[in-house]
């Protein structure tokens, strides 16, 4: 990898005006799948009334935000078409926008993302960063969104054939630097774009494992970092447990990921993850109270 300089950790994400301090703990996005085939949840949150219970309760139980995706990406995944992912998303943004409920949009396309735009989403979470819709880095500019700029190798479908890579924190870490880059270029600013490794998306179990224990190596690139392991097969993979029994190892790959200072972590079970990072961080800051609580 070519030398690159070693910048501080982001301290802020700025998102449409909104400041999100990243150094005192971190911001949970709470997983809204609108879909009737995502791999840990699909089909439970198809029907509008459903999915703004959910993401109401996943506010009560401290998410930040909530992200809102009406495609599939599970490896194997196949594509959805552009209207048919709005007809599932405009209700539920539009209903989260007037419930005053922040919220992403979990998509690639910008034909989705306007529809979410207007209705008020803070953030466009690409797991493509970029390089599939070359409108999306501009529309989120127009809108001076947020960007979260993904790493993936290949595309869902195909993404698991294989997965190759020299050093793999170096390479995503290099990969994702050059996108962050061109989405700046479109107009995005700077201290809106986080990056997020992609846990999961091209990766073999070993490479997830090091991109998690490296996460400080992304760090370093300045920019906010997002993580997402909820769920996620590498869990199965180590434990054999099944995606509904996996919260222990998400809650573990996290907290690993945090202490190593992801900013930002994509979850499903909100309050598991908000439970345990309270408890670490109270531990880590030295509140340990006299022992007699
Ligand atoms: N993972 C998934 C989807 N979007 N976005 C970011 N930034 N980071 C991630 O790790 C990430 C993501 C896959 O998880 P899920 O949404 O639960 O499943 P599906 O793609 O099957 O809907």
Redesign the pocket.
Known sequence: MATRTVLRPARQWLTRGRIWPLESRPLL?G?L?V?P??????GQFAAPRDAIAHAERMIAEGADLI?V?G????PG?APVDAEEEILRIRPVVEALAESGIPFSI?TAKSAVARVALEAGALVV???TAGRSDPDLPRLAAEHGAGY?A?HMRGE?RTMQDAPEYRDVVAEVAEELEAWAEAIEAAGVARDAI?I??????GKTLEHNLQLLGHVDQILTLGRPV???????SFIGRLTGAEADERVPGTIAAHLFAWGRGAQ?L?V?DVAAARQSLTVWQAIAEGRGGTGDE
Do not use: L
């Open positions: 996005m997983v799948n879909t085939d995502s791999f840990s949840d699909g992200d995706g495609e599939s990406t599970r995944a979990d979470n690409d797991v979260i993904m869902p986080a997020d490794p992609g846990i999961g998306f997002a993580v997402g392991c909820s769920r996620k930002i994509r499903h």
